[in-house]
């Protein structure tokens, strides 16, 4: 069974900062893809940012240059660098990875989809 644990949220004011970790544990052999998305109530969940594992970078246009999404691939954690932060920035942000677990089908694995829990980042003067 794997975990996406989210850490790093809380309140801030505009044009503060909040770094957000996304731990993944269990029985993983690899992890693929990972990204940050956000939702606030009523609204669709938005893509932020997404790296591949090869180190591709994708960023919605509302936070480029803001926001950095890395990972450590040898600790299985995911990180978004949040900066200059904005009221628009608050929503209940959620971590996503594709993590390729053992098999019992292929000695290579098998990829499945994974979130974690959400933390709220609140941008409040």
């Known amino acids: 069974q794997v975990q996406l644990v989210e850490s790093g949220g809380g309140l801030v004011q505009p044009g503060g900062s909040l770094r957000l970790s996304c731990a993944a544990s269990?029985?993983?052999?690899?992890?693929?893809?990972m990204g940050w998305y956000r939702q606030n109530p009523g609204n669709e969940l938005e893509l932020v940012a997404a790296?591949?594992?090869?180190?591709?970078?994708n960023y919605a246009h509302s936070v480029e240059a803001r926001f950095t999404i890395s990972r450590d691939n040898a600790a299985n954690t995911g990180y978004l660098q949040m900066n200059s932060l904005n009221p628009e920035d608050t929503a209940v942000y959620y971590c996503?990875?594709?993590?390729?677990?053992?098999?019992?089908?292929?000695?290579?694995?098998?990829?499945?989809?994974?979130w974690g829990q959400g933390t709220q980042v609140t941008v409040s003067s």
């Open positions: 996503h990875a594709y993590v390729v677990v053992p098999s019992s089908w292929s000695s290579e694995g098998k990829e499945y989809s994974y």
């Open positions: 790296i591949t594992s090869g180190g591709r970078i």
């Open positions: 269990g029985s993983i052999f690899s992890i693929n893809g």
